[in-house]
C-alpha cells in the first residue's frame, strides 16, 4: 500500500485565490513528520512546510498552510493568494521515526497551474 | 536552513559514458541521500551516503552502476556508471539537517540527457 497518496495529478486555480491540495498518508507510527515541497520546472526542491505528528497547531508558513487531521491521516496544503510564480509540481512526504531513519517517502505529486 | 550546492546542474552524456555529481554542503549535517526522478515521475531513494563507509542502497540499485563517496560530513559524489538513455532523469542530493529538527532539505538538482 502507498505510504503517501496524492489523488490530485493536476489543479487550477485563478490567481490571487486559495488552493488546496490533498495528501494522505498511512503509518502505524505515532510519532512521524510531514513534508511539503515545490518543484518549479527548474527542477529543485524548495522545502515549504513541516507537521510534526504531536503538534497540536497547524503549522503555518506565510501562504502556506497546512492542514492537519490526524484522525483522518490528512496533510492537505492550502495556498492562500495563489500567484503566478506558484505554479509548479507539489511533492507530499512523510518520514516515520520507527528506527531512528530520516529518510521520507514521496507521494506522485499535483501539478500545480496558476492561471492569470 | 542549509545551503547545499550540486553540481554540474545539466549535462548531455554520451551512451556508455560515467559522469560523477557533486553535493557540498556549507553545514554538517546528519545524513546525505541521494534521489532519482525520471521523467514525469516522483523521487526514488538510491541510497544514503555514509560517511567514511560504502553507502546504503536501496532495492534495485547497486554500487557497481551508482558508486557513492562521502569522504567528509559536508561532501557527497554520486557516479552514474555505463549511462544508457534510461538513466535520464533529474538525480537531487538531499540531507537532514539536524539544525533545523532533522528538515529534509534538497540541492538544486542534475539534470543529465543520455543520449
Known amino acids: 500500500a502507498q505510504k503517501i497518496t496524492q489523488t490530485q495529478p493536476g489543479m487550477f486555480v485563478q490567481e490571487k485565490e486559495a488552493v488546496t491540495l490533498d495528501c494522505t498518508y498511512d503509518t502505524s507510527d505515532q510519532s512521524y513528520g510531514l513534508f511539503w515541497y515545490k518543484q518549479p520546472s527548474s527542477g529543485e526542491m524548495i522545502f515549504l512546510i513541516y507537521q510534526g505528528s504531536y503538534d497540536e497547531q497547524n503549522a503555518t508558513e506565510g501562504r502556506y498552510s497546512l492542514n492537519f487531521q490526524k484522525a483522518r491521516k490528512s496533510a492537505n496544503l492550502v495556498i492562500s493568494a495563489s500567484q503566478l510564480g506558484d505554479s509548479a509540481m507539489y511533492f507530499c512526504?512523510?518520514?516515520?521515526?520507527?528506527?531512528?531513519?530520516?529518510?521520507?517517502?514521496f507521494g506522485r505529486g499535483t501539478s500545480l497551474i496558476v492561471h492569470p | 536552513s542549509a545551503v547545499i550546492s550540486q553540481k554540474p546542474s545539466r549535462d548531455i552524456c554520451q551512451r556508455g559514458t560515467s559522469l560523477t555529481i557533486q553535493c557540498q554542503v556549507d553545514?554538517?549535517?546528519?545524513?546525505m541521500f541521494w534521489y532519482r526522478q525520471q521523467p514525469g515521475q516522483s523521487l526514488t531513494l538510491i541510497a544514503t551516503?555514509?560517511?567514511?563507509?560504502?553507502?546504503?542502497?536501496e532495492s534495485g540499485f547497486v554500487i557497481d552502476k551508482f558508486p557513492i563517496s562521502r569522504p567528509n560530513l559536508t561532501f557527497s559524489t554520486l557516479t552514474v556508471s555505463n549511462m544508457s538513455p534510461e538513466d535520464s532523469s533529474i538525480y537531487l542530493c538531499?540531507?537532514?539537517?539536524?539544525?533545523?529538527?532533522?528538515?529534509?532539505?534538497f540541492g538544486e538538482g542534475s539534470w543529465l540527457t543520455v543520449v
Open positions: 553545514s554538517q549535517v546528519t545524513m
Open positions: 512526504a512523510m518520514r516515520e521515526r520507527g528506527g531512528g531513519s530520516y529518510i521520507p517517502t
Open positions: 538531499s540531507v537532514a539537517e539536524r539544525a533545523s529538527g532533522n528538515t529534509i532539505y
Open positions: 551516503a555514509n560517511q567514511g563507509s560504502e553507502a546504503t542502497y
